[in-house]
């Protein structure tokens, strides 16, 4: 067993008029993740003969613009996700806990649902590529998801069910430490570098491989690869990953939002699994298509 590395949630804290303002590494993994995926889409649409016709969907000045979108679609999409995915009788009964976003609570589907209205909204306006911008994003995001499982990690939540492996985690905390049938400190499957290392570094080496070996000149082939790869990630890591306390019950002690005896799906499942068969109809729909043409 790894016991947990004393870091604390807060980068740094100051005191202002009795107010107390405080970096925290969730906020920064947002941040550095955006200003990544800013220089990403700057280098592949720099370079002409990446893309179909040599002509990528906008210029390198126009990145600034769609980053603005893309940041309000992640916020407001992962939010409005949260509350109504995994907590909506809480917020229903609690609404202007709703914009409370600095107390926790974001979904990568809600944020992934946002992103999409996002781009669609800015091509539309910008009279650009739809596809060939949501490929482009696609490659951009990986990072930004690294980032903020590391940060997941780093703020000890999100973490897995118990484990006796060897790398098995002791997290802090009441909660953490309740496991039925253990004595002693509990160990946990750190789930959160499982996600890191899916879907933040693996995801980005596939992406960037196919990017660079011309793969922008299939529009939406790359987004197609982003929505499986992410899709079976996330559902492999959902078997380790601890859902949110309001799914269990003495009826349902593994926490599963779609359940079918001893089975079933967990929420994160439910909504992987849409994305991961959508991401399989775009690639093997242009296989399909590339086969015909040959």
């Known amino acids: 067993m790894i016991t947990f590395p004393d870091i604390s949630p807060e980068i740094f804290s100051v005191s202002l008029f009795g107010v107390n303002f405080a970096l925290r590494w969730y906020a920064?993994?947002?941040?550095?993740?955006?200003?990544?995926?800013?220089?990403?889409?700057?280098?592949?649409?720099?370079?002409?003969?990446?893309?179909?016709?040599?002509?990528?969907?906008?210029?390198?000045?126009?990145?600034?613009?769609?980053?603005?979108?893309?940041?309000?679609?992640?916020?407001?999409?992962?939010?409005?996700?949260?509350?109504?995915?995994?907590?909506?009788?809480?917020?229903?009964?609690?609404?202007?806990?709703?914009?409370?976003?600095?107390?926790?609570?974001?979904?990568?589907?809600?944020?992934?649902?946002?992103?999409?209205?996002?781009?669609?909204?800015?091509?539309?306006?910008?009279?650009?590529?739809?596809?060939?911008?949501?490929?482009?994003?696609?490659?951009?995001?990986?990072?930004?998801?690294?980032?903020?499982?590391?940060?997941?990690?780093?703020?000890?939540?999100?973490?897995?069910?118990?484990?006796?492996?060897?790398w098995g985690v002791i997290f802090p905390g009441e909660r953490a430490q309740q496991c039925d049938g253990v004595i002693g400190p509990c160990a946990r499957h750190p789930s959160q570098l499982y996600e890191a290392g899916l879907e933040g570094i693996l995801l980005f080496i596939i992406l960037i491989y196919l990017a660079l070996a011309g793969r922008f000149k299939s529009p939406g082939f790359l987004t197609g690869v982003f929505a499986f790869g992410y899709g079976i990630s996330r559902f492999i890591v959902e078997y380790f990953r601890v859902p949110d306390p309001q799914f269990f019950s003495p009826e349902n002690p593994y926490g599963f939002a779609l359940q079918i005896g001893d089975y079933g799906l967990t929420m994160g499942q439910c909504l992987s699994l849409p994305m991961l068969l959508v991401g399989l109809a775009l690639c093997s729909g242009w296989a399909a298509r590339r086969k015909k043409e040959l």
């Open 28 to 166: 920064l993994s947002y941040i550095v993740g955006f200003i990544c995926a800013l220089q990403i889409m700057k280098f592949f649409v720099s370079r002409e003969n990446l893309w179909e016709k040599k002509a990528p969907p906008f210029k390198a000045n126009i990145a600034d613009s769609i980053l603005t979108y893309l940041i309000l679609g992640v916020i407001i999409g992962g939010r409005l996700g949260y509350v109504i995915f995994y907590n909506f009788e809480y917020y229903f009964s609690n609404p202007l806990s709703v914009i409370r976003i600095w107390d926790g609570g974001m979904a990568f589907h809600g944020g992934f649902i946002g992103v999409i209205l996002a781009v669609i909204l800015f091509c539309w306006r910008k009279k650009i590529s739809l596809w060939s911008t949501a490929d482009l994003i696609a490659v951009s995001t990986p990072p930004g998801l690294f980032f903020g499982r590391v940060a997941n990690f780093i703020n000890s939540e999100l973490w897995g069910r118990p484990t006796e492996v060897f």
